[in-house]
Structure formats: C-alpha cells, structure tokens
C-alpha cells in the first residue's frame, strides 16, 4: 500500500509504501477510493492537536470499498462500499458510552489522529464504526460528508429549530449543511472572512439569504449560529448577532483564544456552547437526510501523493467546498 505519512507534527507529511496489513478480529481492509481533508487534519499536521499516534496517516473522511474482512466481523461484504468517520473506536463501557454520549467516550480511538486514516491506498478500520453508503453519487463527492457532514449535523442539531441561522466559516461543512438547512426552510446567514467575495457568492448559490464578512452585522437577528471557522474571535461576533436565547455553537475541534466580552452579550439565556466528535447514530440520521436533502458537494480532487498541497490550499483558504484526495 501506499501512504501520506505524518512523522513529526509541523513536517510536511512524506510518500511511504509498505505491504498491505491483513484485517485482525472485528476490523475490515478497505481500498481506499476518495479521502476527504479536514481542517482537523490541518490541525494534526500543524501540531495544534497534541496527541497525535506518531507516525499517523492522517484522513477521517474515507469513502472506499471493502477489500478483506476478519473473523468476527457481521454485516459487509466484499466490494461494498463503506464510509470510515472521525470516530473510530469507543470503549463501550465509560459513563460517556453507557448514556448514549460515546462522543465523549473516555477511551476512544479518532481515525486519522489515533489510528491509522485514509491520506492512503488501503486503510484497517473497526466494522462497527464503518458505515455501509451504497451506490449512488461519486466517491470523491461522498468523501466530505463523513466529517464535514457528520460533524456539521451534530452543531446544526445542537443550534436548535430557530429559522435564522448562521454560519462562521463558509467551507466544507458549511457548505453542506446550508443546504441542508434551506432544505428545511431556515434562512441562512454566511460569513466569510472580511471582503471574501468569492465566498459569500458560492454561499448565496447554495441558498444564503445574506452573505458578508464575519465583522457584520447580519440584517436581522439570528436565533443561532454554528462557527466552523478556527477563530476564538468570532464567538463574541455571533453572540452579537444572536437574539435572547439564542445559541452560538462553535463546531471544531480547535480554536485560537477567545477574547474577553463585556457579560451583556451573553446575558439573556444566550448560549455558547461546544461539539465534540461524533455518535454513530449521528452518522446514520445525517447518511439518511443528505440525499433527501438533494446535498451536492462540491469538492476539488488532487492526487493522493499531492496531500502537502491539498492541506497548503485549505490552510490558505484557497478552496471553495472541500478538498477530496484520489489515490
Ligand atoms: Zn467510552
Ligand atoms: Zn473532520
């Protein structure tokens, strides 16, 4: 198999090739056909998440099809194709596990982070976190829907049922769930960074009501907002632009520091709150609503052996929708 491999955070990721592993108890082989890049990814290979397995192959947003099946492993078949999430392990028996929270599992595994990812021809993972995605649109469309839409669904759920929502960050995740939400019927509100007039036209055309620079005002008040940008700054901004009770929801795993803000911008049950990770049944609800949805992906395919470039672009905001690696 090849493989993109992280050795040491904030290096770029280097070419390996080694024999293809052979799936243990409970795990399948899956040939890789589509690997989406996450900015969590980004945040593996910059260091800012600190414990990173070493080496790792990074990718949690893996769209393949079933090469080999260990024993003990019920319900896939060869040649079927299969979704690999962020989530990759849970213990099953923490608290957190046992209440229908295994997102916050004291004992997990996170594809791509703690076990080897898809940034690869071939990648081992856990049956029972792997999802069956049947056939139907491309591999590489599909891939950005296993975080960015999983992950995406979880904050859009926690922001509530309010019919004014907006979005911090108008990249893959977002531009999956406004879809999802102008499918709904809510109105959505994009901000992008200031003067990303390329940005804000791609959110108009998935549906936005308004699209303009995070430092805005959006013209009416927003009974929530989701941020999925990495910058601590804008959750007083969305506090600002929630109403009374309103929810800020701050969807990624990594932020830079929030600054302090005046007490009156949260007072009046406004909320600002965190997700973390994924459940499974995350996963299953939100595999079953984005073809009701009609969700389309836009996505940008570079070679497998390109990754350093693919995360250069998203770090540099240079993409619009999500990058896609093809082995
Ligand atoms: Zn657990
Ligand atoms: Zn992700």
Not at 155 to 167: H, I, K, P
Not at 204 to 232: M, T
Not at 296 to 301: G, S
Request: net charge negative; hydrophobic share 45%.
């Amino acid at each position: 198999m090849r493989a993109m491999v992280l050795e040491r955070p904030q290096t770029p990721l280097v070419a390996r090739e080694w024999p293809t592993p052979q799936p243990g108890l409970g795990e399948i082989l899956i040939e890789v056909a589509a690997c989406g890049v996450c900015r969590t990814d980004l945040h593996v290979v910059d260091g800012e998440l600190t414990s990173p397995k070493l080496p790792v192959i990074p990718g949690h947003e893996i769209v393949g099809r079933v090469a080999a099946i260990g024993d003990g492993v019920a319900g896939f078949t060869q040649g079927e194709r299969v979704g690999v999430p962020w989530l990759g392990y849970t213990c099953g028996v923490c608290p957190y596990c046992r209440s229908g929270r295994e997102n916050l599992c004291d004992a997990p595994l996170f594809t791509g982070y703690t076990r080897d990812g898809g940034y690869a021809t071939h990648t081992i993972a856990d049956a029972r976190y792997c999802f069956a995605l049947g056939e139907g649109p491309d591999d590489a469309a599909m891939a950005p829907l296993l975080c960015g839409g999983l992950i995406g669904w979880r904050s859009y759920r926690m922001a509530g049922e309010g019919a004014a929502l907006g979005l911090y960050g108008f990249g893959a995740a977002a531009h999956i769930l406004a879809q999802v939400a102008v499918w709904q019927g809510r109105r959505v509100y994009a901000f992008t960074r200031r003067g990303d007039t390329v940005a804000q036209a791609f959110a108009r055309s998935l549906g936005a009501v308004w699209a303009g620079g995070s430092d805005e005002a959006p013209p009416e008040p927003l009974d929530a907002a989701i941020i999925f940008a990495p910058a601590g700054a804008l959750v007083p901004a969305a506090l600002k632009a929630v109403k009374k009770g309103g929810r800020v929801v701050c969807g990624g795993i990594h932020m830079s520091d929030i600054p302090t803000f005046p007490y009156a911008l949260l007072w009046e049950e406004r909320h600002v709150m965190s997700v973390a990770n994924l459940t499974r049944e995350d996963a299953r609800e939100f595999l079953s609503i984005a073809p009701q949805a009609g969700v389309r992906t836009e996505v940008t395919r570079y070679a497998l052996e390109r990754a350093n470039e693919a995360l250069a672009d998203l770090r540099e905001g240079r993409l619009q929708g999500a990058a896609v690696l093809v082995p």
